[in-house]
């Protein structure tokens, strides 16, 4: 069963608009979350994070936003550009350290 | 420069043949991990480790091994009891011990059964 679940497989958004990633999980033990950004053939690259104590935090055009009752996060781009057209995963910390992921989602940003 | 490094990038390996992927990192990072990405899939846990000598089957280990004996490396085997290697493999890093950190990723190894 997964435990971590990205039920958009793709989104696509005109530049300058929001875009609005979401991520929804099952384990209200999990306290880390994350967001990586992955292009074809690369290894992802990590965007941004939040830890359960809190239910924001922002970096530049990147915002995270966590609702512990939902059990739900998700990534706010905005302005988006051409160049974050990417699949973005959001991972979250199990127990051990372990990094569990999404399924991802393909973003496509349009100029 | 500080950072994970897996080799080769591209793997040919015949069907019933073992091959070895290198991942080492010299960001002093205690855990390290292997994932694996299937086409419209995302990462799954191979196999993780948190500290030398020391490792842990992943979601999907079956198939695959690894070995810890140094801090900057982490070794993974696909053996040919593996029944669909072929795939991207990506290791990673991070400094583990339960911080709040992100893990660092290689740029990747694609192998393909021939």
């Known amino acids: 069963d997964q435990q971590v679940k990205q039920n958009s497989p793709s989104l696509s958004v005109q530049e300058g608009r929001i875009s609005i990633l979401n991520c929804d999980y099952t384990?209200?033990?999990?306290?880390?979350f994350l967001w990586y950004k992955k292009y074809p053939a690369e290894g992802p690259t990590f965007l941004i994070s939040?830890?359960?104590?809190?239910d924001k935090n922002e970096d530049g055009r990147f915002t995270v936003f966590l609702n512990k009752s939902a059990k739900h996060l998700s990534l706010h781009i905005v302005p988006s550009q051409p160049g974050d057209s990417a699949v973005y995963f959001c991972?979250?910390?199990?127990?051990?350290?372990?990094?569990?992921f999404g399924a991802g989602t393909i973003l496509r940003v349009k100029s | 420069d500080g950072g994970i490094t897996q080799s080769p990038k591209y793997l040919f390996r015949k069907e019933g043949q073992n091959v070895t992927l290198s991942c080492e990192q010299n960001?002093?990072?205690?855990?390290m991990y292997w994932y694996r990405q299937d086409p419209g899939q995302g990462l799954r846990l191979i196999y993780y480790?948190?500290?030398?000598?020391?490792?842990q089957k992943g979601d999907i280990a079956e198939g695959y091994s690894v070995s810890r004996e140094k801090k900057e490396s982490f070794p993974l085997t696909v053996t040919s009891a593996q029944k669909n290697p072929t795939a991207f493999y990506l290791c990673?890093?991070?400094?583990?011990?339960?911080?709040?950190?992100?893990?660092?990723f290689g740029q990747g190894t694609r192998l393909t059964v021939v």
């Open positions: 990673a890093s991070s400094i583990g011990n339960g911080l709040n950190t992100e893990a660092f």
């Open positions: 384990n209200s033990m999990f306290d880390y």
């Open positions: 939040i830890s359960s104590i809190k």
């Open positions: 991972a979250v910390r199990e127990y051990g350290n372990k990094l569990v």
């Open positions: 960001l002093n990072h205690d855990a």
């Open positions: 480790s948190q500290i030398v000598n020391d490792f």
